[in-house]
């Protein structure tokens, strides 16, 4: 059985940095594409970023070049280091994970079987 857990969610000023984790259990992190979402109150979920297990990744537009999806694989964790946070970024962050190898660049939610419970995150100004 899969089990994705997220981590590392907190409170954090306008600018400033969060790093979010991600553990599996019951699935190799270096076979599958994996990715990050997010989910604001009354929004809609939004794709963040997706890593390939050859280390490719995709960035939404909003994030990109603020954050960086990463994966050890010897600890089986995918990471989402965030920063320059911003008062749009608060939502809570969910890690996911494909049945499929390749991403393919990837972003929308459908793509992805396995999900965690979410961590919160919130920017204050």
């Known amino acids: 059985q899969v089990q994705l857990a997220e981590s590392g969610g907190g409170s954090v000023q306008a600018g400033g940095s969060l790093r979010l984790s991600c553990t599996a259990s019951?699935?190799?992190?270096?076979?599958?594409?994996l990715g990050w979402f997010r989910q604001a109150p009354g929004e809609e979920r939004e794709g963040v970023a997706s890593?390939?297990?050859?280390?490719?990744?995709t960035y939404a537009h909003s994030v990109k070049g603020r954050f960086t999806i990463s994966q050890d694989n010897a600890k089986n964790t995918l990471y989402l280091q965030m920063s320059s946070l911003k008062p749009e970024d608060p939502a809570m962050y969910y890690c996911?994970?494909?049945?499929?190898?390749?991403?393919?660049?990837?972003?929308?939610?459908?793509?992805?079987?396995?999900w965690g419970q979410g961590t919160q995150v919130t920017v204050s100004s």
């Open positions: 890593i390939d297990p050859d280390g490719t990744t």
């Open positions: 019951g699935y190799a992190h270096t076979s599958y594409c």
């Open positions: 996911a994970a494909s049945r499929n190898y390749a991403c393919y660049g990837s972003l929308w939610g459908i793509y992805y079987a396995y």
